[in-house]
């Protein structure tokens, strides 16, 4: 298996300069690690780092683009300096995907920041949901037809904890494996679905697909042990950067981290071809049901 992970030595938020190399690693499903990339905690903001800021009952603190945040707890003064701080957090990984990959910035849509103070060791999930569990990220209430799902992430650890993640293997290696198991798409079933509320938008073929290898290779023990996978520590003070609708990760261990998602076009790539649509539209050879043809416009 190639190296999953392409070190690269930036160490300033709006310091990136395109290079076409690291825009097709990241595409092929590769993760930009930038080890020297802090984010740097302002005043007081080092005290919001304890488990107790997470209100009970959520996994995550999130700041949309409204400024309406959700998951904290500790009254408005912490609430305050939570907001500063994500606020903070979201621009400089906007600064660093635009100065990345500057023909996305057009296209690019922010959706909210989130910090995330649990330990991912102890936490307690089901099968599906447990994200130490290889995966590639797809949701059951939230279609998107083959748009990506862009990941910035960077370790604020107080102690030196590193971030610890399995990477797994190609998305096209993956996809040959399952795609022959899974159950046929239906029109009218996503029809329901969404009728029923239980979808916020109708579910295409694609997010079908999608959706059934997220929910096989978490349940599929025999993979999680055999599947080619490399095991990589994301230091305190680092940054990484990965399509995580691509890259086939789990989150083994690790607290206190900041994380960014931007959406993005399949068309506002450099190579949509490199895109899970495309790879499974070829792969099923034929035009998925419902979903945008992976070219550029």
């Known amino acids: ?18 290079e076409a190399g690291w825009a097709a690693a990241v595409e092929a499903g590769r993760v930009l690690y930038f080890p020297r990339l802090a984010f740097e905690l302002g005043a007081g903001e080092r005290q919001l780092l304890a488990p107790q800021l997470l209100a009970q009952g959520v996994r995550n603190i999130s700041l949309d683009a409204a400024g309406q945040l959700k998951g904290a707890a500790g009254g408005p003064e912490v609430e305050t300096k939570v907001k500063g701080m994500l606020r903070r957090f979201a621009q400089d990984a906007r600064s660093l995907v635009r100065g990345l990959f500057p023909a996305y910035d057009p296209a ?3 959706a909210p920041t989130s910090l995330r103070p649990a330990e991912v060791a102890t936490r307690e999930q089901s099968v599906r949901a447990d994200d130490r569990r290889l995966h590639v990220d797809a949701f059951p209430s939230r279609p998107n037809r083959g748009e990506r799902i862009l990941r910035v992430f960077t370790n604020i ?25 899974l159950p046929a798409y239906r029109p009218w079933q996503a029809a329901l679905l969404n009728r029923l509320k239980v979808t916020k938008s109708l579910r295409s073929e694609y997010d079908h697909l999608m959706l059934q290898l997220h929910d096989r ?50 068309a506002a790539q450099y190579d949509p071809a490199a895109s ?10 034929r035009p998925l049901k419902g979903a945008p043809l992976p070219v550029r416009a």
């Open 1 to 18: 298996m190639t190296d999953p992970v392409l070190v690269l030595q930036l160490c300033e938020w709006a310091g990136a300069v395109h």
């Open 276 to 285: 899970p649509l495309a790879i499974l539209t070829r792969l099923a050879g």
């Open 157 to 181: 650890n107080p102690d030196g904890q590193p971030r610890v993640w399995r990477v797994g293997e190609p998305f096209e290696d993956l996809a040959r494996h399952y795609l022959p198991q």
């Open 108 to 110: 690019l849509r922010a």
């Open 217 to 266: 290779m978490k349940a599929d023990e025999r993979y999680q042990r055999e599947a080619p996978q490399a095991t990589v520590q994301f230091a305190a003070g680092a940054t990484w950067v990965c399509f995580s609708d691509h890259t086939l990760h789990a989150a083994m261990s690790g607290q206190y981290m900041l994380e960014q998602t931007f959406h993005l076009p399949v």
